[in-house]
C-alpha cells in the first residue's frame, strides 16, 4: 500500500433500502478495486451502510446530517478524494458538501466509474 489516504465518495441517501444497499455494494467493490491497485481507501458508505441500518432500521436512514460529523473526522486524514459516479451523485448533498471540503483544502478530487 502506498500514497495517502482516498476518500471515496458516492451517494447514500434514498428512501429505498435497495436503493442503499446497492450503493453500499458499488462502493465497497470501488474500494476492492483500489485496495487491489495498491491505495489506501476509507469508504464511509461501507462502513456506515450496515451501521445506519442499525440504528434507522432498513426502512429508514438517519441521512447525510448526521453523518457529517463522523465523515468530517475521517475527511481531516485523507489527501484524495475520488468521486464514484453513480447515478444521483451529482444530486447528492453529501458529495457537495464533501467535495466543498476538499476543495477548501487544495486536496486532489478525482471521479470513478463503477
Not at 16 to 26: G, I, K, L
Not at 66 to 82: H, L, N, P, Q
Request: hydrophobic share 45%; aromatic share 14%.
Amino acid at each position: 500500500m502506498s500514497g495517502t489516504i482516498i476518500y471515496l465518495a458516492c451517494p447514500y441517501t434514498d428512501p429505498s433500502f435497495e436503493v442503499r444497499t446497492f450503493r453500499f455494494e458499488a462502493a465497497t467493490k470501488a474500494a476492492a478495486t483500489l485496495i487491489k491497485r495498491g491505495r489506501i481507501v476509507f469508504s464511509p458508505v461501507t462502513m456506515t451502510h450496515p451501521l445506519d441500518a442499525v440504528l434507522a432500521g432498513s426502512q429508514n436512514t438517519l441521512g447525510t446530517e448526521f453523518w457529517t460529523s463522523f465523515d468530517e473526522a475521517f475527511m481531516e486524514f485523507c489527501g484524495e478524494m475520488i468521486i464514484l459516479r453513480l447515478d444521483g451523485w451529482r444530486e447528492s448533498a453529501g458529495i457537495r458538501r464533501e467535495q466543498a471540503f476538499f476543495e477548501s483544502k487544495g486536496r486532489a478530487i478525482s471521479f470513478m466509474d463503477p
